[in-house]
């Protein structure tokens, strides 16, 4: 079950946000959602522990904030399977965008049909100038 208003939400694996070039051992599986507006990655917030010293002393909780991978639909030149012996292993999913070109690897050639069909299905239907429409229904 979808939890609206994602159009799709599923698990990938892909690089650090700043090194789109990372070696395979950097690459790490996540969730990624996809709505009317962008594929995006889903961060979680790492809270460290607060722990108190043998003197009292209690340390500073502190976050982790990483950024993500965010993916806007108006920005899609095209999407497509690839296979690249610079990506890890598996499903390689290339979203080439008018920044560049996003990889990621899907969990099983199955789900990258799948997320290739949301996204190819979310484009569309904003190259039509029907965004709105895919919205209101999604969220309804």
């Known amino acids: 079950m979808l939890h609206l208003p994602h159009l ?3 698990n990938m ?3 650090p946000v700043e090194n ?3 070696l395979h051992r950097d690459w790490k599986r996540t969730e990624f959602f996809l709505n ?7 961060i979680k917030v790492e809270q460290k522990q607060v722990s108190r010293s043998l003197s009292g002393t209690i340390a500073e909780v502190t976050n982790e904030e990483n950024s ?9 030149v095209s999407v497509s399977s690839c296979a690249d012996l610079t990506l890890p292993p598996g499903a390689g999913l290339c979203i080439d965008t008018t920044h560049g070109p ?8 199955e ?8 996204i190819r299905l979310v484009y569309t239907i904003y190259a039509r100038g029907k965004t709105d429409v895919l919205a209101s229904i999604i969220t309804s």
């Open 8 to 10: 799709k939400e599923g």
């Open 13 to 15: 694996t892909a690089p």
């Open 20 to 22: 789109a070039i990372a």
């Open 36 to 42: 009317h507006e962008a594929l995006q990655q889903v």
């Open 68 to 76: 993500a991978i965010r993916v806007e639909i108006p920005d899609i």
């Open 102 to 109: 996003i990889f990621l690897i899907a969990n099983s050639w």
């Open 111 to 118: 789900s990258l049909n799948r997320w290739l069909d949301a």
